[in-house]
Every structure is written in structure tokens, then in C-alpha cells.
């Protein structure tokens, strides 16, 4: 019995190669994500791809939304790409409380699906999120959740010499089994 290769290899790297993601990829990323489930079915994702090639203007927009020392790293993806949920459902404009747990269903895919392409992404969550916000012109039921590094795997070297330190030291960590199952407060 063994992991997924997809789970076990997939890891979230700082240094990204200089080789754009072909078109076809980035569209079967999206695909992947589209076949999540969701409360309702009502697929509240919403994804916006930024190609340094392609869309220099709207991709230096997005490393601009990023805190100081994720836009430092994340300057090596060739694409980032942008995550919004919608915190509504469709049939009643009431309050999805799943939204932010279905958008995260929906990463998990699109993660398989790259780690299949032998792609890596890297997630951040330090954002500027009103500069996001204001970026894409969101309305208000419309939520910022993240900013993605997507890309083939580069090297440490080709990183800024600080961050290089960080992302060589770097050690991947778990909580061991038995804190995450059967997890009681009580105990
Ligand atoms: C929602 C989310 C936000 C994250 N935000 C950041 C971030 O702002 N900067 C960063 O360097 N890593 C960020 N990470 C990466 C995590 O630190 C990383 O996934 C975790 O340490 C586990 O490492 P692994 O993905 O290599 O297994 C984020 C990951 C997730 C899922």
C-alpha cells in the first residue's frame, strides 16, 4: 500500500524554471478543478491567469499584490494564478459557509492534475488582499482567497541569495497520526 504519486510528490517549491506552462496545461489545471465537488454543485471557484509571456502588464499587477517576501520568490513562476470565491449560493444569494472549504477541493485537484504535468505550485496566502480586490474589481460577494506559483521546478540558485537560505534549509513537516485522528478536546 502506497500514496498517490501525485500526493507524495507533490511539495511547494520557492524556484521556478524560466519554461513557460504550455496553454494546453493551464487549461487542464482549470479542467480539473471544474470537476470538484461542491455544496449545492454551485462551484464557487472563479481562477485568473496571469502569463509572465503572455500578460507582462496584468502579471506584474498580481506580483504587486503579494507581500514583500512571497513576490520575491514568486517572481521565478512563469504564471501565478489568482483564486476568488463567490460566498453566496446562486439559488438563494444566502451565505455559503462551504465556499472557502469547496475552493479548497477544487486546489486539491488542480495540485493532482499538476503534479501529473510534472508541474509544481506553490500557494500563498500573504497577499495584499484589497490591492487583489481592487485588481480584478470584485464585488462584494466575491472573496480574494489566494495568489498561485505555478510552474516546472528551477533551481535553489537561481533565487534571491536570501530566500535561497530559506528554501535550502527548508524541512517538510507533518502532525504525527494520532493528533489528527480521533482528535478529541476532552482527552
Ligand atoms: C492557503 C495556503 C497559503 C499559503 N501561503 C503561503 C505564503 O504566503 N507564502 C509561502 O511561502 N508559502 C505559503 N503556503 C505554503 C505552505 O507553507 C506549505 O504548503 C506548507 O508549508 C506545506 O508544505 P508543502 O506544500 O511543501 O507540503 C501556503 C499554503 C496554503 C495551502
Redesign the pocket.
Known amino acids: 500500500m502506497k500514496l498517490l504519486e501525485s500526493i507524495s510528490k507533490?511539495?511547494?517549491p520557492?524556484s521556478f524554471d524560466i519554461q513557460n506552462v504550455e496553454k494546453e496545461k493551464i487549461e487542464l489545471l482549470i479542467e480539473a478543478a471544474r470537476w470538484a465537488p461542491s455544496a449545492f454543485n454551485n462551484q464557487p471557484w472563479r481562477f485568473f491567469v496571469a502569463e509572465k509571456q503572455k500578460n507582462i502588464e496584468f502579471y506584474n499587477n498580481t506580483l504587486n499584490c503579494l507581500?514583500d517576501?512571497?513576490r520575491n520568490w514568486a517572481q521565478t513562476a512563469p504564471v501565478l494564478i489568482l483564486s476568488v470565491v463567490k460566498t453566496t449560493y446562486d439559488h438563494n444569494n444566502e451565505v455559503n459557509k462551504y465556499a472557502f472549504h469547496d475552493i479548497g477541493l477544487a486546489m486539491g485537484n488542480m495540485m493532482n492534475q499538476a503534479t501529473e504535468l510534472n508541474l509544481f505550485m506553490?500557494?500563498?496566502?500573504?497577499?495584499k488582499f484589497d490591492k487583489m480586490k481592487e485588481l480584478l474589481n470584485l464585488p462584494e460577494y466575491m472573496e480574494p482567497v489566494?495568489i498561485i506559483a505555478l510552474g516546472y521546478i528551477g533551481k535553489i540558485e537561481d533565487l534571491p541569495t536570501d530566500i535561497q537560505k530559506v528554501e535550502s534549509e527548508k524541512i517538510?513537516v507533518r502532525k504525527p497520526i494520532e493528533e489528527i485522528l480521533n482528535y478529541s478536546p476532552l482527552k
Open positions: 507533490r511539495h511547494s520557492r507581500v517576501f512571497n506553490h500557494q500563498m496566502a500573504g497577499v489566494s517538510r
